[in-house]
């Protein structure tokens, strides 16, 4: 078992519609999660950096860490076709130098 | 916000030589850097961890002597992929954090490296 899953997709959605992203895990010990968003060929960029458990909104972006079921997910409100992109969960058990575990990534693709 | 600059971001180089990847924080110190590799429709796979004036820290698997890791500088980590090799033609990207609270990591735009 990968120590974080992650659905590769691809996940077709029209342009205006809310996107759900998700990823599990099994190692109790992270506490730090990230969202990546990876267009082609690029390096990845930072969405959303949260610790713990709970919620944190920003903009059209909405991360939700659920630790005791081992779950998390990234809300894309009034997605657009610019969303269009490869997103990864990440996480840590700590922050600053700890390394970082990646999920496979999720394909997204929005439609005009 | 923090900046990693990576360079190059594409090179082609034949079988058997050397080929050297310079990773920079533009605007943070970072005693720690990450080197990755990422195959298409792949997930990133992490190489080895770069520490600022000692050796690196190498991933299982991931050969030191065939992945030279330089981190002479808290802003500078170079990777170098030395005698390469068709199979060693992949996506390298790298990372550093600043440290702060809520920073996340920083990545570089990554290096496209074709072995011919």
């Known amino acids: 078992q990968k120590e974080v899953e992650q659905d590769p997709g691809p996940l077709s959605v029209p342009e205006g519609a809310i996107v759900s992203l998700n990823c599990t895990y099994s190692?109790?010990?992270?506490?730090?999660f990230m969202w990546y968003r990876q267009y082609s060929r690029k390096g990845p960029e930072l969405l959303m950096y949260?610790?713990?458990?709970g919620n944190k909104e920003d903009g059209r972006f909405t991360a939700q860490v659920d630790k005791s079921s081992k779950y998390i997910s990234l809300f894309i409100r009034d997605s657009q076709p610019s969303d269009s992109a490869t997103y990864l969960c990440a996480m840590s058990e700590s922050g600053g130098y700890q390394k970082v575990t990646f999920g496979t990534g999720t394909k997204l693709q929005v439609i005009p | 916000g923090a900046v990693v600059s990576q360079h190059p971001s594409r090179v082609i180089c034949k079988s058997g030589t050397s080929v050297k990847i310079e990773c920079r924080s533009l605007d943070f110190q970072a005693t720690t850097m990450f080197w990755y590799r990422q195959f298409p429709k792949q997930s990133l796979m992490l190489m080895a961890t770069s520490n600022e004036g000692s050796k690196a820290t190498y991933e299982q698997g991931v050969e030191k002597d065939k992945f030279l890791i330089n981190h002479a500088s808290l802003t500078l980590s170079t990777l170098t992929v030395t005698s390469a090799h068709p199979e060693d033609s992949s996506f390298y990207i790298c990372s550093a954090s600043p440290g702060a609270l809520n920073s996340g990591y920083t990545f570089g735009s990554g290096t496209r490296l074709t072995v011919v």
């Open positions: 190692n109790s010990a992270f506490q730090y």
């Open positions: 949260t610790y713990s458990s």
